[in-house]
């Protein structure tokens, strides 16, 4: 994707500014215990990450210093072209992963995080695809898990219409066609977002696929052996579209110019003055919000107990398309910290101060400590593959957590795939909601460049059942 002047410009600044007072090999002029760190979080996210930062600092003597940005992607180019990377970078996907290790970018993990029982779930192993043939190394380690082949709903309105969650996907269609007078149960759709819009959509894409043609497919699928306009691929496209043109054609167009922010607090009532000065209550916009567990922190909180019958809010799971048992089997994102060389020309970066820094930071991250440490500052919506991470006092997140211990956790389809394939099926999730006439053409395009795009940069990183993640912590 071409770079337009402005973003790189604005990733330029902040690559100046993650490496202000930090000599760019990654040493000051004068010794420090300080890291410099490139994340996703801004806003009310950094505040949680740099509160997580601080309990390492106090614990370690080590400042890491942080800078966020929506676009790591961007900056962290811009960095690396200028052989100037942080000494560690969060990454909100994974795409660029492989292309890293085979440029031999990232300084593979070592020392006690690879020892640690706990964290073996959360390392992320990969081997350079170009070269010689090399064992798979852990590069990356997973901070944070989003659980996404998931529904959110409002209990009560759910029952307003006669109706309880689903179990089956014909249930979940006969759920969006049920009505009250002119009132029908409506999906909260956004496809808008910053950065990037269109990921929505390829959620939804990636969950049909996963949940109508089993884990098989789905791998061959993410590691780019499944042609877009296979009957697998393009079922789940005419799966999704049926299910739309169910619910309304005028959402799926309107969600374009929605942020799946907006559309997530759509789910819920709102209460507003009129021009009397008197409160009134706006009812939902919608009632169905298939998105990822981190889209908990738009909604309205209120303690959910165990004597709490109706929950403001609570999920059930995407249901199975077809005869397959899909039920155990949930698609996943993941936020994955890694460590950059400083130079080209380092042979030896494994004894440089910051590089051991950088590993003890890592280790904390991986640790039930920092999953300990994320919990209040995200009121409980930090989740983790670790498996003895502590378990959320509220129910309803306590249930996203058992999801994520007891399921078959699938990685984002999406993040597996080369930057460029990821960026054109965002665009056609797109126009297939303005055209979906053109869904043949789409596809087609697609297979073009899975057909012509780099082999060497297709992440191979597969579906992990509870078994194949160890005993039970």
């Known amino acids: 994707m071409k770079r337009s002047g402005r973003v790189a410009r604005t990733?330029?600044?902040?690559?100046?500014?993650?490496?202000?007072?930090?000599?760019?090999?990654?040493?000051s002029a004068e010794p420090t215990e300080e890291l410099t760190v490139l994340g996703p979080w801004t806003d009310d996210e950094e505040v949680a990450f740099r509160a997580v930062l601080e309990k390492f600092r106090k614990s370690s003597g080590i400042h890491a210093r942080y800078q966020g940005h929506r676009d790591v992607s961007q900056v962290l180019q811009v960095a690396i072209e200028r052989d100037r990377p942080p000494d560690v970078a969060v990454l909100p996907r994974v795409n660029d992963l492989q292309r890293y290790v085979n440029a031999g970018r990232l300084v593979p993990l070592e020392g006690p995080i690879t020892t640690d029982p706990?964290?073996?779930?959360?390392?992320?192993?990969?081997?350079?695809?170009?070269?010689?043939?090399?064992?798979?190394?852990?590069?990356?380690v997973s901070v944070t898990t989003h659980l996404k082949s998931v529904v959110w709903y409002a209990p009560t309105e759910l029952k307003r219409f006669g109706q309880s969650a689903p179990s089956t996907w014909d249930e979940l269609v006969g759920l969006t066609q049920r009505r009250i007078g002119a009132e029908q149960v409506r999906w909260c759709l956004g496809m808008s977002a910053?950065?990037?819009?269109?990921?929505?959509?390829?959620?939804?894409?990636?969950?049909?696929?996963?949940?109508?043609?089993?884990?098989?497919?789905?791998?061959?699928w993410t590691r780019g052996d499944l042609h877009w306009n296979s009957p697998e691929v393009k079922g789940a496209w005419e799966t999704w579209g049926a299910l739309l043109g169910v619910s309304s054609e005028q959402t799926a167009r309107a969600s374009l110019y929605t942020t799946f922010q907006t559309a997530a607090k759509g789910l819920f009532p709102r209460e507003v003055e009129n021009?009397?000065?008197?409160?009134?209550?706006?009812?939902?916009?919608?009632?169905?919000?298939?998105?990822?567990?981190?889209?908990?922190?738009?909604?309205?909180?209120?303690?959910?107990?165990?004597?709490?019958?109706?929950?403001?809010?609570?999920?059930?799971?995407?249901?199975?398309?077809?005869?397959?048992a899909t039920q155990s089997l949930h698609e996943v994102s993941d936020d994955v910290a890694v460590m950059f060389r400083?130079?080209?020309?380092?042979?030896?970066?494994?004894?440089?101060?910051?590089?051991e820094r950088a590993r003890e930071l890592m280790s904390y991250?991986?640790?039930?400590?920092?999953?300990?440490?994320?919990?209040?500052?995200?009121?409980?919506?930090?989740?983790?593959?670790?498996?003895?991470?502590?378990e959320p006092q509220d129910r309803v997140l306590a249930a996203v957590a058992e999801q994520l211990r007891t399921g078959t956790l699938c990685w984002d389809a999406s993040d597996l795939m080369?930057?460029?394939?990821?960026?054109?099926?965002?665009?056609?999730?797109?126009?297939?909601?303005e055209a979906p006439e053109r869904l043949d053409s789409l596809l087609a395009e697609l297979e073009k460049l899975r057909d012509k795009g780099p082999k060497a940069e297709w992440l191979d990183l597969t579906c992990v059942s509870p078994r194949e993640r160890g005993p039970e912590r």
């Open 275 to 324: 021009g009397d000065g008197e409160k009134v209550v706006i009812p939902p916009r919608c009632h169905l919000d298939h998105q990822g567990s981190f889209v908990v922190r738009k909604y309205p909180r209120k303690p959910s107990t165990p004597t709490n019958a109706d929950p403001p809010f609570t999920f059930f799971s995407t249901p199975p398309i077809g005869l397959k």
């Open 418 to 433: 080369p930057a460029a394939m990821a960026t054109a099926f965002e665009r056609a999730i797109l126009v297939y909601l």
């Open 118 to 140: 706990g964290a073996d779930p959360q390392l992320v192993k990969l081997a350079p695809k170009v070269g010689e043939v090399r064992d798979k190394l852990p590069y990356a």
């Open 342 to 355: 400083h130079t080209r020309d380092s042979k030896d970066v494994k004894d440089s101060d910051n590089t």
């Open 11 to 27: 990733a330029l600044a902040v690559v100046t500014v993650l490496l202000a007072g930090v000599a760019l090999n990654g040493h």
């Open 365 to 390: 991250l991986a640790s039930a400590q920092a999953q300990t440490a994320w919990r209040e500052p995200t009121e409980g919506v930090a989740f983790s593959r670790r498996g003895d991470a502590p």
């Open 194 to 220: 910053q950065s990037v819009s269109g990921w929505p959509g390829t959620d939804w894409i990636e969950d049909i696929l996963l949940h109508r043609s089993g884990e098989d497919s789905y791998e061959k």
